[in-house]
């Protein structure tokens, strides 16, 4: 079933379906070291592109996937986030997922995108619960999980990149 997520305007952010010309800027965004601070390195241009294309292909059959995030008073895309169909440990889940520009941290855009965001899943689609998955040592990533209402599920591997890495699951 195809569940259409329409753009989203919070007080101070657009939220928008990703478009094939926002290629570069997703490039800019996820080959930035900065913005993997809590993980590993982050992915070359040519794995982004990759993953761009899996992000695409998300919304045309799902009707929903990761955003752009847009400051439409500045003009400028801060970042980009949303949920995505995952399976983890055999269950299919919705997996929050953002990735910001350093110069956005710190204005709360996380929790802004975010909480409407999991509205609308929880809303639109029940049978599929959100989780955040995240570097045990990220804590800007846990406090962000737990102000929208997520708790500690557990703590183990998590397959990324064809390899277990360390990992907290939260959950509602």
Request: no cysteine; aromatic share 10%; proline share 8%.
């Amino acid at each position: 079933m195809i569940h259409t997520l329409r753009d989203i305007r919070t007080e101070r952010l657009l939220l928008r379906r990703i478009r094939e010309d926002d290629l570069a800027t997703v490039i800019e965004i996820q080959t930035d070291p900065a913005t993997h601070e809590h993980g590993g390195p982050p992915p070359n241009e040519e794995e982004t592109r990759t993953i761009f294309a899996e992000w695409l292909w998300q919304w045309t059959e799902h009707g929903f996937g990761y955003w752009m995030v847009e400051e439409p008073a500045a003009g400028t895309v801060v970042g980009l986030g949303g949920v995505r169909y995952k399976e983890i440990e055999g269950e299919t889940v919705l997996n929050l997922a953002y990735r910001f520009r350093p110069s956005a941290w710190g204005n709360g855009y996380a929790v802004e995108m975010a909480a409407p965001t999991v509205e609308w899943s929880e809303r639109e689609m029940p049978e599929a619960p959100v989780v955040v998955v995240t570097n045990p040592n990220n804590t800007p990533a846990r406090r962000v999980a737990e102000k929208l209402g997520f708790r500690l599920h557990k703590e183990g591997p998590y397959l990324e990149g064809g390899k277990d890495v360390p990992a907290v699951f939260y959950r509602k």
